[in-house]
């Protein structure tokens, strides 16, 4: 049974990322900005509540929120690098409690460390050309690549327990990774290509559905 703060605190979630959303259509630039980080706070305190034993859920969107509170100053160069970091982290967490689900108590085996390290480093290097061209900044490049490899290993490792029947709720995950990647590909586009009318309001869409289907997929895996 789920904690009655927990229902509380997603609720909140909820409201807080309707307002923000509202605030982003009609490019209400202040208010979208004070409300940004409490988006997520209040998804770490649901998922902290429902689940206090699996840690990696709650950490992972706290992680969000810290990158949600770097990329408000998203022209800033370090200030962006530490936001892409801190959500790097946060994804971290949320691949190693799908692991945690499909292996339970057998530790991950070798290979899978090495197929991750290798499909990472392919995807970081394949774009590498495509993105330098368009960021004009190496590291910047370098980090954005791999950030997104983690994205796309994040879908995957959901799509795996998905395929071998550990949960029905894992599909969750997969549509919120791949909504993940699509927020983030709008904000390369906006700040890299070229900007557009109502640019967050797209970018914070998918973010926030992406943030809040993994979070819940993965605490509904072992509540129900």
Request: aromatic letters at 18%; charged letters at 15%; one cysteine or more.
């Amino acid at each position: 049974m789920i904690n009655t703060f927990a229902y509380i605190f997603f609720c909140l979630f909820v409201l807080i990322s309707f307002a923000e959303l509202i605030l982003a259509f009609n490019e209400l630039e202040k208010g979208r900005m004070i409300l940004k980080p409490f988006s997520l706070f209040f998804l770490a305190l649901s998922a902290l509540f429902a689940l206090p034993d699996h840690p990696l859920i709650y950490i992972g969107a706290t992680l969000g929120m810290i990158g949600d509170i770097f990329l408000i100053f998203v022209k800033k160069r370090k200030l962006f690098i530490l936001g892409t970091v801190s959500f790097l982290l946060g994804h971290f967490c949320y691949i190693s409690e799908v692991l945690f689900i499909m292996l339970k108590d057998n530790p991950v085996p070798w290979w899978f460390y090495v197929i991750a390290l290798f499909l990472m480093l392919s995807l970081t290097l394949a774009f590498y050309p495509f993105s330098k061209k368009i960021t004009n900044d190496r590291y910047l490049s370098l980090l954005g690549n791999l950030y997104l490899s983690v994205l796309v290993l994040v879908t995957l490792v959901s799509i795996i327990a998905s395929a071998k029947g550990f949960t029905d709720f894992m599909i969750l995950g997969i549509i919120g990774g791949i909504s993940f990647l699509v927020s983030d590909l709008i904000l390369i586009k906006a700040t890299f290509i070229k900007d557009f009318k109502r640019r967050d309001y797209y970018i914070m869409l998918f973010y926030l559905l992406g943030q809040a289907l993994i979070v819940i997929g993965l605490t509904f895996t072992y509540i129900f």
